[in-house]
Structures are given as structure tokens and as C-alpha cells.
């Protein structure tokens, strides 16, 4: 199971109509996409997907619908967090897991726990959870780390949390994870500019943004990386560094989308509150997709 995780994963977008309804179509264009040019696995209703504007039955029909399009070709994780357990549980006990090979679980959010009640939070989780955990570290979005000793307790504690996706874009903290982890434990980045660095130090491989968009030129850099061939890999990320920076320079997923749509893929619109990317960051993206 765990190997499944190695190499690139991808936080897909969720595509939407000029009526904000979801574009079925276009999702699976883009799933399509991504399988074809190499990614090794896709990540459903992360904070890419703005899933926290997608209804419940919303999710279950994306889900379902991605499912139906990758047929068992590429490994899935979908999206189980939140900052309210007992409701995160019973998500997970309502929820068709049988086609799902890991869940990836936000730590909570606004309410700043303790790091013994995140420890607590994970610990009900994965005494519940009939899949494998990935644990998503993003302090930017949720205001309170899980530091390094709480991820390596939970890690040592359940044989289900087999890996982390660390988001906090500090590499000293990757670095503490990556000495001091379980040796199966999966320290996955979160970071797209950091995920070669990350991944020539031993981790995992990535969950990307940006890796949607060009997914045979970052999973080639991961799958570099993990060979430790950083020559050839710096050689991709270095044509890459411009657009990343790009897709986080307003608000995320507007600037992926904006990368779509150049693209041909999807229309950029996104849900209040978040809004569609400034015609000036529009036109720098539109630059970099044509020049690529």
C-alpha cells in the first residue's frame, strides 16, 4: 500500500460552469490529463477542490465520478478532515471507502487545539478508519502546527497513519521528520517549491497544485528525485519555478485555474469567497503557458 505512494500526487481542482454548478466534463478531461502524462495518484477533495464550498452531495457525485473515470488505474485518496471529530467519524463510517486506498486528513482548524488534542483527534480517527491515513500539516490555512514529535508519535502509534503531507514550507521541519521518522513512514511535501529539495532528502514525493497542469514534466522531476538524479531534476524545476510562483501569488485554486484555462482544460471560476484571478496575474500565466 504505502508504495503507492511514492512519486506525484496531484490536489485536483474542481471545475466549475459559469453557473458555479461542477463541470463533469471537464474534471474528467483533467483526470484523463494527469493519467496519461504520469502522475501516480490522485487527491480528491482537498483544499484545492474548495472543498469547503462543496456540498455533500456535490462531493459524493465528484467522487464518484472520478471513480467511474480512472477505472482502477491510479491509486485515490480522498479528502477526510476538519476541526470536528465526532463529525469527521461519522464521514468516514457513512462513506464508501471500498474503492478509496487512503484518506488525507486535515488537522483541525480555527479551533487551535493542544498538540495532545491533535494527537487525541487523529488517534479517534484512525481507530475508526478502514483505509490508510495520510495526516495534511498546512499551519498557513489551519493556524497551529503539528509539530514534528506528534506526527512521529502518531506514526509510531497506528500502523494505519502511514505517511504526512507537510505543507508548512519549512524545510527544517522536513528535515527533523525525515531523521527522525518510523522507516516506512511517508513524509510527503506539500510545498511544490520545495518538493524536489524535499524528496532528494528522502521523502516521498509530493501532493501538487501545480503538478495538475504540467504532469508530465513534475512527475518526471519527482520520479529524477527519488532516483537522485538532481542535475536532470533542477534542469525541470527550474523550468517550472515561474509558474508556481505565479499560481499562489493571489489565492489558491484561482491561480491553477487561471493555468487551466490557458490551457483549454477548465474555465477559472471559483466560489465566494474566493474570487477569480486578477487579469494581471491572468496575463503573466498566459505568457508562461505560451513560452512553455
Same mark, same amino acid.
Given at each position: ?11 485536483? $481542482? ?14 474528467? =478531461? ?52 476538519? =476541526? ?24 483541525? #482548524? #480555527? ?16 481507530? $475508526?478508519?478502514? $483505509?490508510?491515513?495520510?495526516? #495534511? =500539516? ?14 512521529? @508519535? ?9 505517511? $504526512?503531507?507537510?505543507?508548512?514550507? =519549512? ?67 527550474? @523550468? ?53
Amino acid at each position: 500500500m504505502k508504495s503507492k505512494f511514492l512519486g506525484t500526487g496531484v490536489a485536483l $481542482v474542481t471545475p466549475f460552469k459559469s453557473d458555479l454548478s461542477v463541470d463533469y466534463n471537464a474534471l474528467k =478531461n483533467i483526470v484523463e490529463f494527469n493519467i496519461e502524462n504520469g502522475v501516480e495518484y490522485l487527491v480528491i477533495s482537498g483544499t484545492t477542490a474548495e472543498s469547503v464550498t462543496v456540498t455533500k452531495q456535490e462531493k459524493q457525485d465528484i467522487t464518484n465520478a472520478i471513480i467511474e473515470t480512472v477505472n482502477g488505474r491510479v491509486p485515490l485518496v480522498l479528502g477526510i478532515g476538519g =476541526n470536528h471529530t465526532a463529525a469527521i467519524i461519522e464521514e468516514i463510517e457513512t462513506t464508501d471507502l471500498s474503492k478509496i486506498d487512503a484518506i488525507l486528513s486535515v488537522s483541525p #482548524y #480555527y479551533t487551535k487545539p493542544t498538540q495532545e488534542g491533535i494527537y487525541q483527534h487523529f488517534k479517534a480517527i484512525a481507530e $475508526v478508519c478502514p $483505509v490508510d491515513i495520510l495526516l #495534511y =500539516n498546512v499551519p498557513g490555512r489551519t493556524s497551529k502546527n503539528i509539530e514534528p514529535d506528534t506526527i512521529i @508519535r502518531l506514526a509510531k502509534a497506528f500502523d494505519t497513519i502511514i505517511g $504526512v503531507k507537510e505543507a508548512g514550507n =519549512n524545510m527544517s521541519q522536513y528535515l527533523q521528520l525525515l531523521k527522525h521518522k518510523p522507516e516506512d513512514f511517508l513524509v510527503i511535501s506539500g510545498d511544490d517549491d520545495l518538493a524536489l529539495g524535499v524528496t532528494l532528502a528522502g521523502g516521498s514525493g509530493v501532493i501538487s497544485v501545480i503538478g495538475q497542469a504540467y504532469p508530465k514534466e513534475f512527475s518526471e522531476m519527482i520520479r529524477l528525485g527519488l532516483a537522485g538524479d538532481a542535475k536532470t531534476a533542477y534542469t525541470l524545476h527550474y @523550468r517550472l519555478m515561474a509558474v508556481i510562483d505565479y499560481i499562489f501569488e493571489e489565492n489558491n485554486p484561482a491561480g491553477i485555474k487561471a493555468v487551466f484555462e490557458a490551457l483549454g482544460l477548465c474555465e477559472s471560476h471559483v466560489r465566494l469567497p474566493l474570487v477569480v484571478a486578477s487579469n494581471a496575474l491572468k496575463s503573466k500565466i498566459i505568457d508562461f503557458v505560451k513560452a512553455f
